[in-house]
């Protein structure tokens, strides 16, 4: 069956999203936008880890990061590894 013929019981149909009024949105605001784009970086939640972190991939092959969402993790490790010279000669980091 395809997906379109599937939907989550107790909705009215496939693709129709009931929200209650008093149900907010999942909505992720800049709050920083108007910041120099270097200030940004050092307010996200993993910048406060970075030495820690270039510390444990320096000494362990394997690191394993776990993190709320939106602090950083996925976007700021590769640019501190980029930045501390692991993609030097042709070398690739990726997240």
Known sequence: ??????????????????????????????????LPLTVQRQRLPIYAN??????LLEHYRTVVVVGETGT??????????YESGWAAGGRLVGC
């Open 72 to 81: 950083g993790k996925t976007t700021q490790i590769p640019q501190y590894l």
């Open 1 to 34: 069956r395809s997906a379109r013929g599937m939907w989550k019981p107790g909705t009215r149909g496939p693709g129709v999203v009931e929200r209650a009024g008093d149900e907010r949105s999942d909505v992720i605001v800049n709050k920083n936008k108007n």
């Open 50 to 55: 970075r030495s820690q972190i270039l510390y």
